[in-house]
């Protein structure tokens, strides 16, 4: 892809107070700072992306003047507004959106407010522009000056803002100025940033809410009712649940043995799968190694192995308690797989598990149903609206009798498999019937129909 064809790319790489009344220009590779008054600034052009991607650079500005940015203002242009480009659920969702819409009627730009972006390269084909900003926090006053200039400059229609709590603190500031733009928010877990107490307010400033499963829908009226505002904003709140493109899925059967060949696992040997952000905060993969370990020295079998796939900030500390356990033999590390990794890791998988603390409805869940893996997952967020315990799955209730729970469990599916094969069936006919890809897209579209004929009121 050449550089006239990428998303353009901005860095507010120094927006503060001192140098708002800056001008900028650029020399040899680098962009030259100056401030009207007295000091200069000079900072080096950087990558944004790898050498793959033809070596695309962002520009910084100081949020005076976007001279860069394209704009077509035929379409609906639709500003989303995120926290970074990293390829979490939150995102992925995000881009799905952004794919299956209409690319004739919509163009798409982004604002990432917080330069934490390994994924960028998978965002860019996608948007028209691309702006991110600077690790260290930019002053919300002229964070919310920029902003009203980008949704100036762009012709906006439509903002929605996922998990980016600058993006809500702009709410009101957009609404004061431009009250053509229409406004929804996509929260995928009581822990997202549009959920937390310190935001309930900004419902005032959202047209729209878009939670992804009802137990996050319940939790919100609940909110909303406690500050007496249910009447104004219950009707802004709608269930879209996240989908999966099941293609990949359906010939996931093509792919058995590559991952155990890969990695010298015996064909006999029984996977029990982790995938994901090896974090303590949500993901809890102690407790996925508890639980191995506990099965391990109970059950002495050589033919089960336990996986774990993904990176985060506990991955050295996890490999540190197996070491200490003497189960390195018993546990592999892929690190981040790929979509096709991910897809042959399932395809030789026995038993997914997950452990979490609090989610959403992870996408793990989806694919492993969709492979036909069956899930043991600990009961907490909305895992029960996609996972109906015995019959799609299995729930376990989180208590300090979990880890012989979960035991209990895999040693039902590896010793009947009967009902492995029952469960994973039914599994896969609940993604196909309710959480495909299209399914989702679908609603998406309706939503943004509404969107658009709630700004034509607004005109």
């Known amino acids: 892809m050449s550089c006239h064809d990428m998303a353009r790319i901005l860095s507010l790489e120094r927006l503060s107070r001192s140098m708002w009344r800056s001008k900028y220009i650029t020399s040899r590779g680098k962009i030259v700072i100056r401030r009207v008054y007295k000091s200069q600034f000079i900072f080096p052009i950087k990558h944004l992306f790898d050498n793959t991607m033809d070596g695309i650079h962002y520009t910084m500005t100081t949020g005076r003047e976007l001279p860069r940015l394209k704009v ?57 522009n691309i702006i991110v900003m600077e690790k260290r926090p930019v002053n919300q006053k002229f964070f919310n000056l920029f902003m009203n200039q980008v949704v100036e400059k762009l012709d906006i229609d439509i903002l929605f803002t996922y998990n980016a709590a600058k993006g809500y ?11 053509r733009v229409v406004t929804f928010d996509i929260m995928h877990a009581e822990e997202s940033e549009g959920a937390r107490i310190e935001f309930i307010d900004y419902a005032e400033y959202l047209d729209k809410r878009v939670c992804i499963s009802k137990h996050l829908k319940n939790y919100l009226a609940s909110r909303y009712m406690e500050k007496g505002i249910s009447e104004l904003y219950n009707p802004k709140l709608l269930v879209i649940y996240n989908g999966i493109d099941i293609t990949p899925f359906l010939n996931g059967v093509n792919l058995q043995g590559q991952f155990k060949e890969r990695m010298k696992i015996r064909p006999d040997v029984k996977i029990i799968t982790f995938i994901g952000r090896i974090t303590s905060e949500e993901k809890n993969p102690e407790l996925f190694i508890s639980v191995a370990q506990r099965f391990l020295s109970m059950t002495e079998r050589d033919d089960v192995l336990f996986v774990m796939a993904g990176d985060g900030p506990d991955l050295l500390k996890c490999k540190n308690i197996i070491t200490q356990h003497g189960l390195n033999k018993q546990f592999i590390f892929t690190g981040v797989l790929d979509d096709k990794g991910v897809i042959e890791l399932l395809a030789d998988s026995e038993i997914m598990l997950v452990t979490s603390h609090n989610e959403g409805i992870p996408f793990t869940i989806l694919e492993s149903m969709a492979m036909k893996v069956p899930v043991i997952s600990t009961d907490v967020g909305a895992i029960h609206e996609v996972i109906r315990d015995e019959e799609t799955g299995f729930l376990v209730v989180v208590d ?14 590896l010793s ?6 029952l469960i994973a069936d039914n599994a896969f006919h609940d993604i196909i019937s309710k959480y495909t890809l ?13 969107l658009c004929s709630e700004k034509s009121k607004h005109k």
């Open 72 to 128: 077509n203002k035929d379409k609906v242009n639709v500003l989303c507004v995120i926290r970074d480009m990293t390829l979490g659920g939150a995102e992925r969702v995000m881009l799905n959106i952004v794919k299956g819409l209409d690319k004739e009627k919509y163009d798409f730009h982004l604002v990432a407010t917080y330069r934490d972006n390994a994924w960028a390269n998978k965002f860019a084909p996608f948007f028209k």
């Open 169 to 179: 603190r702009y709410l009101p500031s957009l609404k004061k100025h431009f009250l």
């Open 400 to 413: 300090q009798f979990m880890v012989d729970s979960f035991i209990d469990k895999i040693n039902h599916l």
């Open 416 to 421: 009947n498999s009967d009902v492995r094969e």
């Open 438 to 450: 299209n399914s989702m897209v679908s609603e998406y579209q309706n939503l943004f129909k509404e």
